[in-house]
C-alpha cells in the first residue's frame, strides 16, 4: 500500500496510434519531400509545397534527378527518377500542364529504339549507383520503367506523341511476358489499371494473376513464406504480397486474390511498422544514407495502402 499522502502514480500514457508514430518518424527522418508528402496525404496540407520540394530535384532538360529515387545518385535525369516524379504528380493532382509536356520531351530523348523507357540510361555511369542496377551502353527498353509512367500519363487524360510508341510496347511485353518477377509484374500492373482499352487490360490481367499465381511470385500466407521463393538477384527475404501487387481495391490485382489472402497480407502490412513509426526497406540495402531516405517513402506508400483498404487507423 502506498503511504499516506504519497503522490499518485502518473496516469498510463495515451495509446500512440499508427498514424502518430509514423508522422514522429517522417519529422525525425525524411526527406522535405517526404516531409511535404506526409503533410498532404495525412495533415490536411497543400499540394504546393509538395510541387515545390519537388522541383528541387527537376533539370533543364525536363527530367528529373538528384537522387529522388534514392538508389540511383548524382544530378543526372533518369527514367526511374522521373516516373517518381510523376507518381508524386499524379498524388497530389497536378499530372498535366507545361511540367508534363517538359517531362515527355525528355522521355522522348531518352527512350529506345522501340520508344520504351530503359530503366537506367547510361549517364548514370559516372555517379554512384545501387550495385543491383545494371549500367550499360545500350540499354533495352523495359516495362519496369515505361509501364508505369505510361499508365499514369493514360490516368491524367495526357496526350503526347511519345504515348503512342511506347503504349504498344507496353501491350507487347504485357502480352507475351511468360516469365517474370515482382517488380516488373507490379509495372506491368500499373499500366493495366490505367491503359484506355479495358477489355484488353482486363484480359491481359487475368493472365497475369494466373502466371502470378503459378510461379508464386506472392507470398499468400506471411506465415510461411519458406512455401514461396524469392526472385533472383533479390535480397534474402524480399517477398512480394498480395497488397503489393494490388495496391488499393481498385485495382486490377486485386481479383487475383482471396478475401482471406488480402486479409492476411494487410494485416502483415499493419504488423510490420517498427518501433520508430517507420515500415522497413525489404529490397537490398547498400548504403546508409539511401536506407534512410527510402524508409518515409515506404512508410507513406504504407500508410496509403492500409488507408485504401479501410485499414488505417488514425
Given at each position: 500500500?502506498?503511504?499516506?499522502?504519497?503522490?499518485?502514480?502518473?496516469?498510463?500514457?495515451?495509446?500512440?496510434?499508427?498514424?502518430?508514430?509514423?508522422?514522429?518518424?517522417?519529422?525525425?527522418?525524411?526527406?522535405?519531400?517526404?516531409?511535404?508528402?506526409?503533410?498532404?496525404?495525412?495533415?490536411?496540407?497543400?499540394?504546393?509545397?509538395?510541387?515545390?520540394?519537388?522541383?528541387?530535384?527537376?533539370?533543364?532538360?525536363?527530367?528529373?534527378?538528384?537522387?529522388?529515387?534514392?538508389?540511383l545518385r548524382g544530378p543526372v535525369s533518369q527514367p526511374l527518377?522521373?516516373?517518381?516524379?510523376?507518381?508524386?504528380?499524379?498524388?497530389?493532382?497536378?499530372?498535366?500542364?507545361?511540367?508534363?509536356?517538359?517531362?515527355?520531351?525528355?522521355?522522348?530523348?531518352?527512350?529506345?529504339?522501340?520508344?520504351?523507357?530503359?530503366?537506367?540510361?547510361?549517364?548514370?555511369?559516372?555517379?554512384?549507383?545501387?550495385?543491383?542496377?545494371?549500367?550499360?551502353?545500350?540499354?533495352?527498353?523495359?516495362?519496369?520503367?515505361?509501364?508505369?509512367?505510361?499508365?499514369?500519363?493514360?490516368?491524367?487524360?495526357?496526350?503526347?506523341?511519345?504515348?503512342?510508341?511506347?503504349?504498344?510496347?507496353?501491350?507487347?511485353?504485357?502480352?507475351?511476358?511468360?516469365?517474370?518477377?515482382?517488380?516488373?509484374?507490379?509495372?506491368?500492373?500499373?499500366?493495366?489499371?490505367?491503359?484506355?482499352?479495358?477489355?484488353?487490360?482486363?484480359?491481359?490481367?487475368?493472365?497475369?494473376?494466373?502466371?502470378?499465381?503459378?510461379?508464386?511470385?506472392?507470398?499468400?500466407?506471411?506465415?510461411?513464406?519458406?512455401?514461396?521463393?524469392?526472385?533472383?538477384?533479390?535480397?534474402?527475404?524480399?517477398?512480394?504480397?498480395?497488397?503489393?501487387?494490388?495496391?488499393?481495391?481498385?485495382?486490377?490485382?486485386?481479383?487475383?486474390?482471396?478475401?482471406?489472402?488480402?486479409?492476411?497480407?494487410?494485416?502483415?502490412?499493419?504488423?510490420?511498422?517498427?518501433?520508430?513509426?517507420?515500415?522497413?526497406?525489404?529490397?537490398?540495402?547498400?548504403?546508409?544514407?539511401?536506407?534512410?531516405?527510402?524508409?518515409?517513402?515506404?512508410?507513406?506508400?504504407?500508410?496509403?495502402?492500409?488507408?485504401?483498404?479501410?485499414?488505417?487507423?488514425?
Amino acid at each position: 500500500m502506498p503511504e499516506t499522502g504519497a503522490s499518485p502514480l502518473p496516469p498510463a500514457p495515451p495509446a500512440r496510434s499508427p498514424l502518430f508514430r509514423a508522422e514522429q518518424f517522417v519529422w525525425l527522418t525524411a526527406r522535405v519531400l517526404e516531409q511535404r508528402l506526409f503533410a498532404y496525404h495525412f495533415l490536411s496540407g497543400g499540394a504546393d509545397p509538395v510541387e515545390t520540394a519537388l522541383d528541387a530535384y527537376r533539370n533543364e532538360d525536363g527530367g528529373y534527378g538528384h537522387a529522388l529515387e534514392p538508389d540511383l545518385r548524382g544530378p543526372v535525369s533518369q527514367p526511374l527518377h522521373t516516373g517518381h516524379a510523376l507518381r508524386v504528380l499524379d498524388a497530389i493532382g497536378r499530372c498535366g500542364g507545361q511540367r508534363v509536356e517538359r517531362v515527355c520531351r525528355y522521355l522522348t530523348s531518352v527512350s529506345t529504339a522501340d520508344g520504351a523507357l530503359p530503366a537506367v540510361h547510361p549517364s548514370q555511369r559516372d555517379y554512384p549507383a545501387a550495385p543491383f542496377v545494371p549500367i550499360v551502353d545500350d540499354p533495352p527498353g523495359e516495362v519496369l520503367a515505361t509501364g508505369p509512367v505510361v499508365g499514369l500519363l493514360h490516368r491524367n487524360g495526357v496526350w503526347h506523341a511519345w504515348l503512342f510508341r511506347a503504349t504498344d510496347f507496353c501491350w507487347q511485353a504485357v502480352e507475351s511476358l511468360e516469365k517474370s518477377h515482382p517488380y516488373e509484374i507490379e509495372a506491368a500492373v500499373a499500366f493495366l489499371d490505367s491503359a484506355p482499352d479495358r477489355p484488353r487490360a482486363e484480359a491481359a490481367a487475368d493472365r497475369l494473376g494466373r502466371l502470378v499465381r503459378e510461379h508464386r511470385l506472392a507470398a499468400l500466407d506471411p506465415e510461411r513464406l519458406e512455401e514461396y521463393p524469392v526472385a533472383p538477384g533479390y535480397a534474402a527475404g524480399e517477398h512480394h504480397f498480395p497488397h503489393d501487387f494490388a495496391r488499393t481495391p481498385h485495382s486490377l490485382a486485386r481479383a487475383w486474390f482471396t478475401d482471406d489472402e488480402m486479409a492476411r497480407s494487410l494485416n502483415f502490412l499493419a504488423a510490420a511498422q517498427q518501433e520508430d513509426g517507420g515500415w522497413p526497406v525489404r529490397w537490398r540495402q547498400w548504403a546508409p544514407g539511401t536506407a534512410l531516405e527510402a524508409r518515409p517513402m515506404v512508410t507513406i506508400d504504407a500508410l496509403r495502402t492500409l488507408r485504401a483498404y479501410g485499414r488505417f487507423v488514425g
